[in-house]
């Protein structure tokens, strides 16, 4: 079962593998893809005909997957995503809208068929779901926090995210997924929150980068940019 309860996953059923070198998709997350390889072009055009779900996949090293025989060797986590919008150019490019359900992780890919271009993979569930409530809880609180203390107000996705933590309505870990999408760009971070199956422990890393960027905003400030002479920096 994906995070979305409105939409079903069968992790019984072979699932199309879309990999690039950096993680691309995580929960709650809109992905606009446009494809135009003929692998991947067949592969949105068969998830289009069945489940309309594609998992991101990763891989393991920095040169992507090379024109040869031998498949580039892909990381275990992933996250499952499903087609939420599409349109078809007239020259069979396609326009995609991916939007992520939940993290899972590669059982065992499959071989790949005459007619196939792409690759599968049999998946299981990522996300554990007895994650403490109270630790979750309290790691919401020491983000509004620190919101509160105005430092992190410096940034460009403050707003957003101020709008969402006033949001009683929305789920404590819906909101650190969100919260994450906005801050964390770094690559190697951002595959920790995928692989990490655990909603706390995620929440405890989007916690220390937070308090890391407000550290960087409070010695930002001691430097008194006001005072630069303009277009200098003391540093």
């Given at each position: ?110 071989p790949r068929g005459e007619d196939r271009l ?83 422990a995620r929440g405890a890393l989007l916690l ?28």
């Open positions: 079962m994906s995070e979305d309860a409105s939409i079903q996953v069968n992790f019984g059923k072979p699932i199309p593998l879309f990999p690039l070198n950096v993680v691309s998709l995580l929960p709650q997350q809109i992905l606009p893809l446009h494809i135009f390889e003929p692998r991947y072009k067949q592969l949105f055009e068969h998830a289009l005909d069945s489940s309309g779900q594609v998992a991101m996949a990763v891989y393991s090293d920095s040169g992507g997957e090379q024109p040869s025989a031998r498949r580039s060797p892909l990381r275990r986590a992933v996250c499952l995503g499903h087609i939420v919008q599409h349109e078809k150019l007239p020259d069979g490019r396609l326009n995609i809208f991916l939007q992520g359900l939940c993290r899972a992780r590669i059982i065992k890919e499959l792409y690759r599968t993979a049999l998946l299981e569930p990522l996300d554990t779901q007895d994650s403490d409530p109270e630790a979750i809880a309290q790691i919401k609180a020491s983000i509004q926090s620190l919101f509160a203390r105005g430092g992190l107000q410096k940034l460009v996705a403050a707003p957003a995210l101020t709008e969402w933590l006033a949001n009683e309505d929305l789920p404590d870990r819906v909101l650190l997924e969100l919260i994450s999408l906005a801050i964390i760009h770094e690559p190697a971070t951002r595959y920790r929150l995928l692989s990490e199956p655990d909603a706390s220390g980068e937070l308090k890391h960027l407000e550290r960087l905003v409070r010695l930002a400030k001691l430097q008194r940019p006001e005072d630069w002479p303009k277009g200098c920096s003391w540093n």
